[in-house]
């Protein structure tokens, strides 16, 4: 049906542009329908490291690709207070796209990004309540059959990376509550560093029917347990996903380890071993 891109964490300011130049070149040989960022395309909001990440942007598009963005905790000011309260995303609005809350539809996918960044916390992501409506009416406009995919940068279930546990979002009960209604498919986010992918009812025990997606960082000089790397996402139809993770050799981007998943019983159940996508 379609292949995503699926990049993250790329931290303009704290990145290699070794691996810039590389997952630009990945991306036009995948040809992916969309490219989704989910969050920290800067290191410290500063302008000259937006001005890198827009530079980045623009170059996918001019290379015909689509591309759907959400802002990360990184992309908010850290040590500028005022501009941090009072205007905590402009920066990202004026480089990287005006939107906090994207909606993008394919022939038969569906993917909102909503903003999960906010200016009272500094590592942490929160969900509000006018998103929860927002997420229900947006998808409740798709038709049935459509793959419906939600975009966060902070995951929104507890990750153990290592040995440290990765806090869920705030309101996780709502959030739940807003994709299960709203029969989301998949939930796509970064912010762990760390790629990974598996059905929620192994991380929720109330949780069931979403296939959860974390990306690594694509291009940040910071990793955690993990080289670099960016997730391809390939949809059959609405029970057959295949991720594969794109992992870093130092010089260029190449398929490491693909999960092929189908629907079953109300649940992602890993398939198969599929051979990687390149």
């Known amino acids: 049906m379609a292949r995503l891109v699926h990049l993250s964490d790329l931290h303009f300011g704290a990145h290699d542009p070794r691996l810039v130049e590389a997952v630009a070149q990945k991306i036009d040989e995948l040809e992916p329908a969309l490219v989704v960022v989910s969050g920290d395309f800067t290191q410290r909001a500063r302008t000259e490291q937006f001005r890198e ?7 996918l598009r001019d290379s015909g690709h689509e591309v759907l963005a959400v802002p990360g905790n990184h992309d908010v000011p850290l040590y500028d207070v005022l501009r941090r309260f ?3 995303l402009t920066r990202y609005r004026r480089f990287i796209d005006e939107s906090l809350c994207p909606f993008i539809e394919l022939p038969g996918i569906a993917v909102l990004g909503i903003n999960t960044a906010r200016s009272l916390t500094f590592k942490d992501g929160r969900i ?3 998103q929860v409506e927002f997420i ?19 995951p929104l279930f507890a990750l153990r990376v290592g040995e440290q546990l990765e806090r869920a979002i705030g309101r ?5 509550d ?15 560093h760390h790629a990974s992918s598996q059905d929620a009812g192994e991380l929720v025990t109330r949780a069931g029917g979403v296939l959860v997606v974390q990306a690594g960082t694509a291009t940040s000089t910071r990793v955690r347990e993990q080289e670099q790397s960016f997730n391809t ?9 295949t991720i594969t993770v794109n992992a870093s050799n130092g010089e260029s981007f190449e398929p490491s380890d693909a999960r092929r998943y189908h629907w079953q019983d109300g649940r992602w159940k890993l398939a198969a071993a599929p051979e990687p996508a390149h």
């Open 128 to 130: 509000s309540e006018e």
């Open 233 to 241: 996402i390939d949809i059959a139809h609405e029970e057959d996903v």
């Open 86 to 88: 009072l205007s905590p």
């Open 136 to 154: 229900r009416e947006t998808f409740a406009r798709t038709p049935q059959e459509s793959v419906r995919i939600l975009v966060t940068h902070h």
């Open 53 to 59: 990440a827009c530079k980045f942007l623009e170059r």
């Open 178 to 192: 807003a994709i299960e209604h709203s029969g989301v498919d998949m939930v796509l986010a970064g912010h762990a």
């Open 172 to 176: 996780q009960e709502l959030a739940l």
